[in-house]
């Protein structure tokens, strides 16, 4: 993996993600945002945020696969959550934990988790963003 994920010591021990990505490669993947289709356009979890989350993950990994990578390679994520609440947190990590265990991935690379009112389909509760830098 030419990205290394460190967590600098003078910054908060987060568990979800690590606080910097430094990537080393020279081809850049920007992912849009991903939600909880399937490939067909169907919804996956209507109404469960852990479900959703983890087929945001896997259509980010998806993308990042079809442009010659890995779950491994992306160095950024952004999120954005319909109606976040903290009490929300639970599933979230639920729904990453159960994505990256399908992916076997361990590494977190730097988020951003951001409430929004609305996204563009109403039983969407979640979008997630990506950067990835492949070698």
């Known amino acids: 993996m030419p990205n290394t994920m460190i967590d600098p010591a003078a910054l908060p021990a987060v568990d979800v993600y690590h606080q910097v990505a430094v990537a080393t490669g020279s081809r ?12 067909d356009g169907q919804t996956v979890g209507a109404g469960d945020l852990a479900a959703q989350v983890e087929q945001a993950y896997l259509n980010v990994n998806t993308a990042v696969t079809a442009a010659g990578g890995t779950f491994d390679d992306v160095v ?16 979230l990590l639920d729904g990453i934990n159960r994505a ?22 109403p039983e969407h509760l979640i979008e997630i963003e990506a950067t990835a830098v492949l070698v």
């Open 76 to 91: 950024r994520l952004t999120c954005y959550a319909v109606d976040w609440t903290p009490d929300k947190m639970p599933a």
């Open 100 to 121: 990256k265990s399908k992916l076997g991935v361990t590494a977190a690379p730097p988020a951003t988790l951001i409430g929004v009112a609305a996204l563009d389909v």
């Open 28 to 39: 850049m993947v920007f992912v849009a945002g991903q939600v909880s289709w399937d490939a």
